[in-house]
């Protein structure tokens, strides 16, 4: 049988796969799309997570879409709130009927004599392997593994006579009321974790290696709520959603230039939440510089209310061993608990585990170059979302899918079919990620690289890409257009 032809078929039901669902349907609503997802349910990382708390620590006026005003009375919302808003957000522009859930993508093959992908699906609801193929391929699949957090071994964890539960994976209906919890971890979901769980649970310890810097703000956005009464909902959005873009990236520049002054700011805020006397220096003093790390968002400062009222506390420190009552510390002491939670971070995964075969070679990821950071090189009609880590994840792609739209129009108005990035001059290589956060040093080996150098540097500054992506030239010397039956000169050669 003929495999199913769609012009462009997006992989992943999360904000960025919807997203881009949503601008392909408001740009070019003539081409036929579809959306797999590998799970049984939409939202992504607002759906898989479940863990007590689960929230933003991006304000949803810049995580939420450019085109989608965010109407919640809170900035920083929980979980069941984004997911709500994405699916609405799909609804309202006609993409959920498109969405396939429970269809695990497993290899895409590239004919450029056919100028078309083939792409096997795994159904997870039947187990059967689908086919279909599409002209144009769009990742939207994030850059962690779902099914599973990483999860070091511990010493002793064997003879631990309570439960380990990892937050990717929380347990339905988990009754922690009267229990003593600790949560190995300093991260977001730690630094979420511990007010929530402080609500039920009889003593919550939180234990960290090495502090985190975190920020204390208000899960409302004040001025947002005075702009909502004065304009329009989508001015109101936009206004906003521009006043936040200024300060974060206001923010990230102070941080790198002069990043004394911020942990001096970050330090006495801090403090300001916290008894006299409380050891700042050892628990939220890093021993790197801001934004090194993703600097963590304290909506309403929970975290410094629970260690001030005594429902939690704070201990830098590194595990000896698990004993059957709890964990000994490398000092010596030991923290009796009855739950021990790891909150200890997320394995990277390229592509969500998608392989790559290009005219019968396969795709080496760490071998390819990023293009805009949202293409490969010597990988054709191919994209792919990843988002700012020092900004909300959301508008890296919606800058992404607005790109994609362009190109796409591109080849309409040219008779062209096949677009490539090509090899960069050779040079350094650096890591796609370049925050020195656990998570990303233990995977990043696995992503493509960048250059040092537009269009193959990925920058983090939103302000720096607006202008060259939305509305920049799409054809240079870095790039390849080309009809279909074309003969295919490498990438590498070219």
Not at 113 to 127: F, G, K, L, N, P
Not at 315 to 329: S, Y
Not at 460 to 489: C, E, H, V, W
Request: charged content about 20%; proline content about 6%.
């Amino acid at each position: 049988m003929t495999p199913e032809h769609v012009d462009v078929l997006i992989v992943g039901a999360g904000l960025s796969g919807v997203g881009a669902a949503c601008h392909l349907r408001r740009r070019h609503p003539g081409r036929t799309f579809a959306l797999l997802e590998a799970r049984a349910a939409t939202g992504g990382t607002w759906d898989l997570f479940r863990y007590p708390g689960v929230r933003s620590d991006s304000d949803m006026f810049t995580l939420g879409y450019s085109f989608a005003p965010w109407t919640a009375p809170k900035s920083l919302a929980d979980g069941d709130t984004i997911r709500d808003y994405l699916r609405r957000t799909a609804d309202e522009h006609d993409v959920t009927r498109h969405i396939r859930l429970r269809h695990r993508v497993q290899r895409a093959e590239w004919d450029s004599h056919q100028a078309r992908w083939t792409v096997h699906v795994h159904r997870e609801d039947t187990t059967d392997t689908v086919v279909l193929t599409c002209s144009f391929l769009y990742a939207c699949t994030g850059y962690y593994r779902y099914e599973a957090g990483h999860t070091p071994h511990f010493t002793g964890q064997d003879r631990f006579t309570g439960r380990i539960v990892h937050p990717q994976h929380w347990p339905a209906g988990l009754d922690l009321t009267g229990c003593r919890v600790v949560v190995i971890g300093s991260g977001a979901t730690a630094v979420t974790l511990v007010p929530a769980l402080a609500r039920q649970a009889a003593r919550v310890t939180m234990l960290q290696r090495s502090p985190t810097y975190l920020l204390p703000l208000s899960s409302r956005d004040r001025i947002a709520d005075a702009l909502r009464r004065l304009l329009p909902a989508h001015l109101a959005h936009q206004t906003v959603r521009w006043k936040n873009i200024l300060l974060a990236t206001a923010n990230y520049q102070l941080s790198r230039r002069a990043p004394g002054l911020v942990r001096g700011l970050l330090r006495r805020a801090a403090a300001r939440r916290l008894p006299t006397g409380f050891d700042v220096e050892s628990h939220f003093t890093p021993r790197y510089d801001p934004w090194d790390q993703r600097l963590c968002v304290v909506p309403d400062g929970d975290l410094f209310t629970v260690l001030s009222d005594g429902r939690a506390e704070i201990v830098t420190d590194t595990v000896a061993t698990f004993t059957a009552q709890g964990i000994r510390l490398a000092s010596g002491r030991e923290l009796p608990a009855d739950v021990v939670v790891t909150a200890t971070g997320l394995d990277l995964l390229a592509l969500g585990g998608i392989t790559l075969r290009v005219d019968g070679t396969d795709v080496d990821l760490p071998e390819t170059v990023a293009y805009q950071g949202m293409m490969l090189s010597g990988v054709p009609n191919f994209a792919m979302t990843i988002g700012y880590t020092n900004a909300s994840w959301t508008l890296k792609a919606d800058l992404v899918a607005g790109y994609v739209c362009r190109l796409l129009r591109h080849l309409d108005r040219t008779g062209t079919q096949i677009v490539t990035p090509l090899a960069p001059p050779p040079g350094p290589r650096t890591p796609l990620i370049g925050l020195t956060s656990g998570y990303v040093r233990r995977g990043v080996a696995r992503l493509p690289r960048q250059g040092t150098r537009a269009p193959w540097r990925l920058h983090q500054n939103y302000l720096r890409d607006l202008l060259p992506m939305r509305y920049g030239r799409l054809t240079d010397a870095t790039i390849r257009f080309d009809r279909a039956g074309a003969s295919r000169r490498s990438a590498v050669d070219a």
